[in-house]
Each structure stands twice: as structure tokens, then as C-alpha cells.
């Protein structure tokens, strides 16, 4: 599988995201589009940039009862993305409808993955909100494991968090983690940060990187910063 970087494209409009991507001229990086972009642009903003010629990774983590998860992830499926996700916390029977609801009639369906725990989550909230009574890491390994049980290709998680992950469930079970900083860069409020250099080492897939791209001088020469370290 070959590791890219993703670029979390999170504009609050079409017209800002066009703006953004008409400055790359010469590739079409792979975008994430989230919450923010989707809910204020609909799924035309998927079709648009599909049309385009990137890739899109559509990032609304769905958490709901299987059966709604399972239809609202065959018209996702139909937008003709190329990755998307959902909360493990759902469960494997969610998931695995999910999975089906993912799966287009010729066999073919985008990448799927879990999203763990999320990285605003403290230990201490975690157990003292949730009353989950283990450390985080086992929770997000647990999780990583039920999400592989369930079928998924991979999780959503910190760099710092891929190596254990991969530890867990296998080399080929993807990660996908933001939280990406160049060493010399602001890390805004983001806490658990490495470099794409060091995401690379420790095993990450995918990095996502926002505002280190987006809100840089020079977004294009920024991404292929990202590129050649974190891709070589
Ligand atoms: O701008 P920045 O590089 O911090 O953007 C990171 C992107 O990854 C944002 O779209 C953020 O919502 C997303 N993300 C994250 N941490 C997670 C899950 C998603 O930062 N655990």
C-alpha cells in the first residue's frame, strides 16, 4: 500500500476549498474533506472535487444503529469516495453493517476505518464521563482490534499511537493519523504532535495534515515538504 499524505481541506465553503486546490497545479493531492465542509456544501463539494481528479477521504464519523450507519454508508459509497469512517464505539455488529452498506454492487467499495478514541479524549475523562475503566491505550487497541474483527481496513489515530496499533493488529492493518507538525512549525492546539519524518518511522499509512498546509505561505511548496519527508 503506499503512504500519502492527505490534506484536511477545512474551509467553511466551496469557493474557499476551490481557491485552495486551484493553487496545485502540477498534482492533485488526496483531500479530507470533514463535518464543517460537508454539512455547509453537501455532497456536491464530494462531486466537484471528485471531478477534479482527487482522491477524498469523507471524514463524518458516523456513530448511529447498524441498520442507519448501513444505508447512510451506501449513499456515501455511491458519492465515490475513496475513504471514509465511523466511531468503533458503535460496535462490531455497526460496523459490520457498515461494511455492507459500503460495498457497491460490483464488489469494489471505498476504504473504511474506525475512529478509536479521539484525541480531545483525556484518560481521566474517558473513565471519569464514560466510566471506562482501563487506560486509553488499551481502549484504542481494543478498539483497533474490534474494528479489524468487524472487517475494517484500518483507524484513525495519533502517530504516537500507529507503531502500538500496527503492534496489535498487523502491518497491514492501516492507520490514518493527524496530529502531523513540521519541527519547526506551530503545533496550534494540537497536543500529541510528531513530524512527518517521525510519523513515517513509527509506521503511519496516511497523514492528514491541515493547518501546516493550508494556512502556509506557500501551501504547494508546504506539501511537498510533507511529501518528501513523510514519502521520501
Ligand atoms: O490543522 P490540523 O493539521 O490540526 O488538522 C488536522 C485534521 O485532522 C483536522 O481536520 C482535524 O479535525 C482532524 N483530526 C484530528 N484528530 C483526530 C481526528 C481528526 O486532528 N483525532
Given at each position: ?115 478509536t ?38 483507524v484513525v489515530c495519533s502517530?504516537?499511537e500507529?507503531?502500538?496499533v ?9 492507520t ?57
Amino acid at each position: 500500500m503506499g503512504k500519502d499524505v492527505i490534506i484536511a481541506c477545512d474551509f467553511s465553503s466551496a469557493q474557499a476549498t476551490f481557491d485552495f486546490l486551484d493553487r496545485f497545479k502540477e498534482e492533485k493531492p488526496f483531500v479530507k474533506i470533514g463535518m464543517e465542509l460537508y454539512y455547509a456544501e453537501g455532497p456536491s463539494i464530494v462531486k466537484e472535487i471528485k471531478k477534479r481528479g482527487h482522491k477524498i477521504f469523507l471524514d463524518l464519523k458516523l456513530h448511529d444503529i447498524p441498520n442507519t450507519v448501513k444505508k447512510s454508508m451506501s449513499v456515501l459509497s455511491g458519492l465515490d469516495v475513496d475513504m471514509t469512517n465511523l466511531h468503533a464505539a458503535g460496535t462490531i455488529d455497526m460496523m459490520k453493517a457498515a461494511l455492507e452498506g459500503l460495498t457497491r454492487e460490483d464488489g469494489t467499495r471505498p476504504i473504511l476505518i474506525a475512529v478509536t478514541q479521539l484525541t480531545s479524549t483525556s484518560e481521566e475523562r474517558m473513565q471519569n464521563e464514560l466510566l471506562i475503566n482501563a487506560s486509553i491505550n488499551d481502549t484504542i487497541v481494543k478498539y483497533a482490534g474490534n474494528a479489524k474483527q468487524a472487517g475494517l481496513d484500518g483507524v484513525v489515530c495519533s502517530p504516537l499511537e500507529a507503531g502500538m496499533v500496527k503492534d496489535n493488529c498487523g502491518r497491514e492493518f492501516i492507520t490514518v493519523t493527524p496530529g502531523v507538525r513540521f519541527a519547526d512549525g506551530d503545533v496550534g492546539d494540537q497536543v500529541r504532535v510528531t513530524t512527518p519524518a517521525r510519523a513515517k518511522e513509527i509506521g503511519s499509512d496516511y497523514i492528514v495534515v491541515g493547518r501546516p498546509i493550508t494556512a502556509a505561505e506557500d501551501p504547494v511548496a508546504a506539501y511537498r515538504r510533507c511529501v518528501s519527508e513523510f514519502v521520501g
